[in-house]
């Protein structure tokens, strides 16, 4: 959707094209955190269930 110039051809400013463009950085930025926030939560809340299932795994001696 960009055109030679690596302008988008809908907003040839490159102003626009920059607030565009940190917008959507600022975007994914935003998206990677929750994600991470998301997969540390949910291996924070596997360790215990883990560390629990681990231990009556182990063979009674």
């Known amino acids: 959707m960009h055109n ?3 302008q ?3 907003f040839p400013d490159p102003g626009v094209q920059g ?3 940190t917008r959507h ?3 994914l930025t935003a998206t990677g955190a929750i994600i991470d926030a998301t997969i540390g939560k949910a ?3 596997a ?3 883990f560390l629990t299932t681990s231990h009556r795994l182990k063979p009674a001696k």
């Open 4 to 6: 030679e110039s690596g």
């Open 8 to 10: 988008h051809p809908l």
């Open 19 to 21: 607030a565009l463009n």
């Open 25 to 27: 950085d600022a975007a």
């Open 43 to 45: 291996t924070i809340e």
């Open 47 to 49: 360790k215990p269930i």
